[in-house]
């Protein structure tokens, strides 16, 4: 659709970018923090770790103040679950309370609204050493921390975020810990693993709107539009498999407390069906989100499948397809263009998902992640010239206005990153930041932040409610 005339961005949107706790943090083991999965994760050793990060834990002043200074009227971070509960449950960590307690003024004092994710892969260890998201008993884990942080930080924090791409925890089990292996088989437990935190995540939905009376709160998946790679009949059903189990399987439940139809055969086929037990059906249904939260780097396009194996499976790279045997196959688009890492970049893309979730669930939307991952260089006189960054996030707008104008309710965009941060399995020098943070992949330097390009494009674009992009 070609619109005469582009609707404006609304006078509130939240302008703002996005972290992670383990990403960003650093202090992995300070101040009381316990084990997280992802301190201890299958990392590459060629690679950063979390250790030390960005070190925002010693630097969030500073780090805010830059944010600040672009004019952010929202900041998307995580709190780490093993600051608060070192072991997941029973003790409370005192110093973890005052961190956050602290980060969280710090961004009121600059009128910036915390927009919190509860939880964003780093499942503490010792809950992991009893099961994970296999054993029931997380599910009352979670809970319970989500209680506390609403008790804790409920009277500022207005935004709430349950999990952080629970999609492809599942899809891509062992690069965030859910699996140890390097398995190709689909497994059970990680279906399992599925239903415990979808009824975790209800639970904490309920929860919430019984405690809290003037907050919204929603699920963040990671959602993409899908391709068939051909108008081949049978290649628009691999693309509606995928969708389905991709997509629709955890925005279905979120929104509508019931399990996608393909999706649940899907299970059934191969033999992975969750175990539920009787109530489970009627938690999902009574937990409802207020808006939808969604990541979006890529589309994927996918083929008719007929093979009997699996193959590529459990590679670490979230974003790249896992072919499944007999439903779907990954294909490249001929029609895009990929970043220094092989992620395909589809502005349009992000137009046509937008339509898509807001179209089948109509609720407000929020963008929680958006952006382009490269090797950045520091030039002379602390320069980084990140056109390309800026032209990713640019068209990228240029849609989300579009869709705007198509009618989609969107109130906020927060690309990742805010701040450069070690990636999940590329390390530190796949940077996605507006904010520079000098330090190589195991050359901690000065750890000093330097404003790059993009830093000041997104300045503006703020300034001006994105009428400059
Ligand atoms: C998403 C995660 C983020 C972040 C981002 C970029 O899947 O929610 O935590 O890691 O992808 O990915 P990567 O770090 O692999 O480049």
Redesign the pocket.
């Known amino acids: 659709m070609i619109h005469k005339k582009l609707k404006d961005f609304p006078a509130d949107f939240f302008w703002g970018a996005s972290t992670?706790a383990y990403?960003v943090e650093g202090a992995w083991n300070e101040a009381g923090k316990g084990l997280s999965v992802m301190d201890v994760g299958n990392h590459p050793e060629d690679v950063a770790d979390f250790k030390v990060a960005s070190d925002h834990y010693h630097h969030y002043k500073e780090d805010i103040a830059l944010m600040a200074e672009m004019g952010f009227k929202t900041y998307r971070f995580s709190i780490a679950w093993t600051r608060i509960f070192p072991e997941g449950m029973g003790k409370i960590n005192q110093q973890g309370i005052d961190f956050y307690n602290s980060l969280i003024n710090e961004l009121l004092k600059y009128n910036i609204e915390p927009l919190v994710t509860i939880y964003?892969?780093d499942l503490p260890l010792a809950l992991k050493e009893k099961g994970g998201w296999t054993n029931r008993d997380t599910i009352a884990a979670f809970v319970n921390y989500a209680e506390i942080l609403f008790e804790e930080y409920g009277d500022r924090v207005k935004y709430w975020l349950t999990i952080?791409?629970q999609n492809?925890m599942i899809l891509h089990g062992n690069a965030f810990g859910l699996l140890d292996d390097d398995s190709k088989d689909i497994k059970q437990e990680l279906y399992q693993s599925n239903h415990l935190m979808l009824v975790a995540q209800a639970k904490v939905f309920n929860l919430y709107h019984q405690k809290v009376k003037n907050g919204k709160i929603g699920p963040a998946p990671?959602i993409i539009s899908i391709y068939p790679a051909s108008s081949k009949p049978e290649d628009i059903l691999a693309a509606n498999n995928y969708s389905a189990i991709r997509n629709w399987l955890y925005l279905d439940a979120a929104v509508f407390g019931r399990y996608n139809a393909t999706a649940w055969s899907f299970m059934q086929e191969k033999n992975i069906t969750p175990q539920l037990k009787s109530n489970d059906l009627k938690i999902l249904k009574a937990g409802k989100p207020d808006f939808i939260a969604f990541?979006y780097?890529t589309t994927a396009t996918v083929a008719e499948d007929f093979k009997a194996e699996a193959e590529n499976r459990f590679k670490g790279?979230?974003q790249i397809v896992d072919n499944e045997p007999g439903l779907y196959r990954r294909q490249q688009n001929e029609y895009l263009a990929e970043t220094e890492?092989g992620w395909e970049i589809d502005p349009v893309g992000f137009r046509t998902t937008l339509r898509e979730i807001y179209s089948r669930y109509n609720l407000p939307l929020i963008v929680t992640?958006n952006g382009l991952?490269a090797y950045d260089k520091l030039e002379a006189e602390d320069t980084i010239n990140d056109d390309y960054r800026i032209n990713y996030l640019r068209s990228h707008l240029k849609q989300l206005q579009l869709a705007l104008t198509d009618g989609v309710e969107v109130f906020g965009y927060c690309p990742?990153s805010a701040i450069d941060l070690v990636?999940?399995?590329?390390g530190i020098n796949?940077r996605?930041g507006f904010i520079y943070v000098d330090r190589d992949e195991f050359d901690l330097k000065d750890l000093r932040r330097i404003r790059k390009k993009s830093f000041y494009w997104y300045k503006n674009v703020i300034a001006t409610n994105g009428q400059e992009l």
Request: no cysteine; glycine share 4%.
């Open positions: 992670s990403q964003h892969f952080n791409e492809m990671n990541n780097y790279d979230q890492f992640e991952g990742w990636s999940t399995h590329q796949k996605y």
